[in-house]
């Protein structure tokens, strides 16, 4: 290995130009700010602590969000500016990049910085720094900035910022052995992050000066290292050099340093030769080399863009390939119940069964009880037989009457006693035939019920399988009808800030109906705001004349016409307005009105679309029934940007009539997919009602008053 390569240079910043000077001196004055940057776990929030200790504002509180104290993996502290944090994770997270997903380390879109979302997001962090900055030096630390650079440039023109930036250099080996440790990452992976990092750093850093900070140094020679900050951001220490050691011992931690003797070189041949490079960046030619292994990295990261987007694709199938399997499982649960009752089932037959056998026996013992009693019976005529005969001998013998007669009351009591035993046996006889003629029932009844269940439990297997089998057509058609009901819902909402009456029509009802929300669009027609308001408002948008003038013009509204037919729109506007200071409750004109107002403007002037939205919402509430007052109005919603009250437009133009192709051209220009589109003529054309098909109401009025 080339000793020279591993020489650090004492400060990587060019000398100043006589040139330098003078452009600087005549450009306006900018004020500074200080960024550390770097690659994770190469000593960033260790500079940042410095640049605080030596006077520069680098954090607001230490701990992170939700943490009463620095975490274990940085004991001092990470000394970040959190809410820039946030907003470089929300950047992060639009592209799926978020530092803890598998997508982190790929390129992100190109020209990514220009999407609306991002420019939100920049808006609000020029807000932060317009509240936050100070006159003095203000600065913040984190190292997913390299990867957002070109967001940072626009927001150091806008605030005429001059940045001072700080790199924060370690060997890559010993940050991929960190990140090992810290997050579980492979080393190699970790060497890999570090080389994005570092491209592209160079690459968006490439014209501003920069001061290198090596990370080995802090422990070897912090002196040096603060020497450099001071000379490169002009930061005199009024103390005392004792003070200042002082300082730097009780934030440089040498136990904090886990180097790994093992780790020693990177493993990747271009890592090791851009951290070589990296470490001689003042040196000439340095940056020519850097220059050229940046470019070849970028054309490599766009050959990549395919695999990329097929890796992305897979990634979501095997997202719903884990929601099916969930499914999957739930139904195999079901399946368990229903086998579960299936034995229940069989268990109570088994019971029934035995309950019966128990039954039969009793009543063969009845039975067997009865046929006793028969036989007594038989033996009680014959004794009345052999009663009779005595009596007829004993009426011859007078002397033993006495005797007979008492023997023949016994016997007949005897016999009458047994009569009535014989009879209450029948009866009972009888209750037990029938009672097992109802158990036999019973036992037959649980039989079918159970063979039922046999049969449902084969069912519910067999539909398991169709149900796998419409899953994945099913849930396209799910995301469209939730696509078709987040927007019905946001028109809901549209409705309750214009005054103007519920609709007639009844594809829009069916839209509700099928999002199961009618009773919401009542409540938002009830309360929807009193007319009168918005002529106060209309008043205070376009300085309407007051009345009271004392002669009569000429009709404005041909001039109007010419003038609109001409495209001389700013003419057209006033005309239109003067029509409308007399007659103020003609709709058309204010649909004119609101068309001469958007394209005096030239489609893109807020205060002209401002009130062109006014005019064409003052339309509707003289006349609600107008699609295409709704479909106007949806284009200057576009126009301004409001997406989701433009889609709310344009599905209460569809809503009034279905037949106008340019409510669903618009929603397709609106990113509706031919799905969600077919869906929605589905859901209007689903509950159409002969009587009102022409657009007019035949049934009589108890019918309308019901269905309203």
């Not at 000077?21 to 306006?28: E, G, L």
């Not at 000439?284 to 990295?297: G, L, M, P, T």
């Not at 969930?326 to 019971?351: I, K, N």
């Not at 009569?552 to 003038?563: G, W, Y």
Request: charged letters at 30%; proline letters at 5%; one cysteine or more.
């Amino acid at each position: 290995m080339n000793d020279d390569m591993l020489n650090p240079q004492s400060l990587p910043i060019e000398p100043p130009r006589r040139d330098r000077v003078t452009a600087i001196s005549s450009a306006v004055q900018r004020r500074p700010i200080v960024l550390v940057l770097g690659m994770h776990r190469s000593g960033t929030s260790l500079c940042s602590h410095i640049l605080s200790a030596l006077g520069v504002d680098m954090a607001d509180r230490i701990p992170g969000p939700g943490n009463p104290a620095p975490t274990p993996d940085n004991p001092q502290g990470h000394w970040e500016r959190w809410e820039i944090v946030e907003f470089h994770d929300r950047i992060l997270g639009l592209f799926n990049r978020d530092y803890s997903g598998c997508f982190h380390d790929f390129a992100l879109p190109v020209a990514w910085w220009a999407d609306p979302r991002v420019a939100e997001i920049r808006r609000q962090i020029v807000a932060f720094l317009e509240k936050r900055m100070g006159e003095g030096y203000f600065g913040f630390k984190d190292p997913r900035t390299v990867r957002l650079m070109p967001v940072w440039h626009q927001i150091f023109d806008e605030l005429k910022l001059a940045p001072k930036i700080v790199l924060c250099l370690r060997n890559p080996a010993q940050v991929g052995r960190s990140l090992s440790a810290r997050d579980h990452l492979d080393p190699e992976m970790g060497e890999y992050r570090w080389l994005v990092h570092m491209i592209d750093f160079f690459r968006y850093t490439n014209k501003y000066d920069f001061c290198t900070i090596e990370y080995e140094e802090w422990f070897s020679k912090p002196v040096v290292n603060v020497e450099r900050l001071q000379q490169f951001l002009d930061l005199p220490w009024r103390q005392s050099e004792a003070d200042l050691t002082l300082v730097l011992s009780g934030i440089i931690d040498p136990a904090a340093r886990h180097d790994d003797s093992e780790h020693s070189e990177p493993t990747q041949p271009q890592v090791r030769s851009l951290y070589q490079l990296a470490m001689r960046v003042g040196q000439d030619d340095v940056r020519e080399q850097i220059a050229s292994i940046v470019s070849q990295f970028v054309n490599f990261q766009q050959l990549q863009r395919p695999f990329l987007t097929t890796f992305e694709d897979i990634a979501k199938t095997a997202v719903k390939y884990s929601e099916i399997e969930r499914e999957a499982a739930s139904l195999r649960t079901v399946v368990g119940e229903r086998d579960a009752d299936l034995a229940a089932a069989d268990a109570r037959a088994a019971d029934a069964e035995g309950r019966l056998a128990e039954a039969l026996a009793e009543i063969e013992q009845q039975r067997g009880q009865i046929a006793e009693i028969a036989r007594e019976h038989d033996e009680a005529l014959g004794l009345k037989a052999v009663l009779a005969e005595r009596e007829a001998t004993l009426l011859d013998f007078f002397r033993g009457v006495d005797e007979l007669v008492s023997a023949l009351d016994a016997a007949r009591s005897e016999a009458a006693a047994r009569d009535a035993v014989l009879v209450e046996a029948e009866r009972l006889g009888q209750e037990r035939a029938a009672a097992a003629e109802a158990m036999s029932a019973e036992i037959e009844a649980m039989r079918a019920a159970l063979a039922q269940a046999k049969r449902e439990r084969q069912q519910s297997v067999t539909d398991a399988a169709a149900l796998r089998a419409e899953i994945a057509p099913l849930q396209g058609k799910l995301a469209a009808a939730r696509r078709v009901g987040k927007a019905a819902i946001a028109a809901f909402r549209t409705e309750a800030a214009a005054p103007m009456q519920p609709l007639a029509r009844r594809p829009w009802r069916a839209i509700a109906r099928f999002l199961g929300v009618r009773k919401l669009l009542t409540r938002a027609n009830e309360t929807l705001t009193n007319p009168i308001d918005g002529e106060m408002a209309l008043d205070r948008v376009v300085d309407r004349p007051r009345v009271g003038l004392t002669r009569r013009k000429s009709d404005p509204l041909p001039l109007a016409d010419r003038a609109r037919d001409a495209r001389q729109w700013e003419l057209a506007a006033h005309l239109y307005r003067k029509a409308l200071d007399r007659d103020p409750q003609n709709q058309p004109i204010w649909v004119q009105y609101g068309h001469a107002l958007k394209e005096w403007g030239e489609l893109r002037d807020p205060d002209k679309l401002a009130r062109a939205e006014f005019a064409y919402r003052k339309a509707l509430s003289l006349d609600w029934g107008v699609a295409d007052s709704y479909l106007q109005l949806g284009h200057v919603l576009k126009l301004e940007g409001r997406k989701d009250e433009a889609v709310a437009a344009y599905l209460r133009a569809f809503a009034l009539d279905p037949s106008l192709a340019h409510a669903m051209d618009e929603l397709r220009g609106l990113e509706w997919s031919e799905v969600e589109l077919s869906e929605l003529r589905l859901q209007a054309g689903s509950d159409r009602d002969p009587a009102t098909e022409n657009g007019r109401d035949d049934r009589p009025g108890a019918a309308r008053a019901a269905e309203e």
